[in-house]
């Protein structure tokens, strides 16, 4: 038997479950003492609880969201449905809140989307690209009657995501232990979000359900450690246009209509303080 | 031939232990890291690495390259691990005489092959393309195995040494994957030792293993089994003062018993070295 053929073969067993197929045992030797299916299945159980433990890692909360048998149910569904394809394994989780989207199983958990979304996005966050963050001093290198044009580009871990509402109070609750041991002056602690949940305050029955009035959230690293705030449905549009290129002035335009009888201009100011202030923009420029 | 440097004793270098090794710096001589972990764009784990790099020199360990797979090699990856070793400037590179899949899906194990002239035609000349590409000799281990093959033509000592002479590579000598194979497989530890060709081992991996009573898994989660310990100091009788590091990758204990581990090493060594001395007297 070729190589080539032998890898197939035993792949596929692999991939299949199946420690027990005649076509790769008949070709594996007589081992010492065990069995030839119990040390195939070394590879079978290995390849399925390596795959398992990634999304584990990458999504914690959701594990204590949904219970251990509804993510392990999850997690073998997506597994089955999954092989990786993928040179290194860091990427191997990233499909699941798709995953969840397209499976009639899932698809109705809109919170448990949600929350998928979100951890995808801290993890996403913590490996992002680095790039030196500008100050607010860095407006001043251009004069006022220039500012409506000027637009700004973001650091590369800035994430906005739009989930459905209960999706921070779920991870808050989820990860409560663990952040009763982090540091209290961390950004995105728990501590600093407003409406911050004891673990027992939202019995996982009574989230609730899916609202077309949903949560938007930024998630972002800051001093390299993932963080994120949930932010207002203007900040968040303000915000969505800035990350696409648009300009200040037209970003005040839009943040006028949706707040009509403010100043947009002074909210907006507001904003980039703000954005500034959490490491947010890495770059200013006269938008095109 | 060129000699990689003799650096000591070191361990694996793991993010659990990031805060220890910088506050306390240990007495470890040098770092291995799995070069896959830092294949990404940026963030704390590059950060930390620029950090230990300063103060430590780097092995770059990798588990990605299926150097025995029969698909091609994959250029985008050997891109990226060039991008991380021109970085990182490391003593060297290493992965495994192993294949971690097919068709283009990744098992992301580290899977066996048979012994036989095909596979090591194929091996050799995948070798040393991937040299060509880094720029560098490669270091490459034997794995762990769980199952072997009929139509193997050849122990697995000797395919070994084959392959290193006729790809000019390096070996990674793990000692406790010699253990373990040698346990599920019925063959003799100390012939794999004394076959492998001494001037080609730049390294020794050294690990704990889990003990399934017919069968022997390769977890990284236990401290030195004893027998392991017997048979390192055949390797370290047979190839001197070559690298070594402990491999604990799971189930972390606190550093100081990996500091422990480092320790008996060293004492082993010294007791070597002092009954060598003797014997020259």
Known sequence: ?288 | MESLPRLGYGLGLRPVYYDEILSTRPPVDWFEIISENYMIPGGRPLVMLERFRADYPIVMHGVSMSLASTDPLDLDYLKALKALADRVEPAWVSDHLAWTGVHGRNLHDLLPIPYTREALNHVVERIGRVQDILKRRLVVENASTYVTFTQSEMPEWEFVAQMAERADCLLLLDVNNVFVSGFNHGFDNNAFIDAVPADRVAQFHMAGHTDNETHLIDTHDQPIREEVWTLYERARRRFGDVSVMIERDDNFPPFSELLGELQHMRDIDAAIAANASRSAA
């Not at chain 1, 299916?37 to 204590?64: C, H, I, K, S, W």
Request: with cysteine.
């Open chain 1, 1 to 288: 038997m070729k190589l080539a053929e032998l890898q197939s073969l035993f792949q596929s067993a692999v991939l299949t479950g199946d420690a027990e197929d005649a076509a790769i045992l008949d070709v594996i030797a007589a081992p010492r003492d065990a069995d030839r299916p119990t040390m195939m299945g070394v590879y079978v159980n290995a390849y399925r609880l390596r795959l398992a433990e990634f999304l584990d890692e990458d999504y914690p909360a959701l594990r204590v969201m949904l219970g251990d048998d509804d993510f392990e149910a999850l997690v073998e569904a997506y597994i089955d449905a999954n092989p990786s394809r993928l040179r290194n394994a860091r990427w191997y989780t990233t499909r699941l809140p798709e995953f969840m989207q397209e499976s009639e199983n899932w698809n109705a958990n809109a919170l448990a989307i949600g929350l998928a979304l979100f951890e995808r996005a801290l993890t996403d966050a913590y490996d992002a690209a680095d790039a030196p963050a500008h100050g607010i001093e860095t407006l001043a290198e251009f004069s006022p009657q220039d500012w409506p044009r000027l637009g700004f580009t973001f650091h590369p871990s800035l994430r906005l995501i739009e989930v459905a509402a209960g999706v921070l109070d779920a991870y808050v609750a989820a990860t409560a232990d663990e952040h009763e041991d982090e540091d209290e002056e961390a950004p995105g602690s728990a501590e600093e979000d407003e409406g911050a949940l004891d673990e027992d305050d939202i019995p996982i029955e009574d989230y609730p359900p899916y609202a077309s009035d949903g949560e938007t959230i930024a998630i972002w690293r800051a001093d390299l450690d993932p963080a994120y705030r949930q932010l207002d449905p203007d900040e968040y549009l303000a915000l969505c246009e800035a990350m696409a290129g648009q300009s200040f002035g037209d970003i005040c335009q839009l943040v006028a209509f949706q707040n009509e009888g403010q100043s947009a201009t002074e909210r907006l100011a507001q904003f980039l303080v703000t954005w500034f202030s959490e490491g947010l923009v890495i770059g200013v420029a006269e938008a095109k």
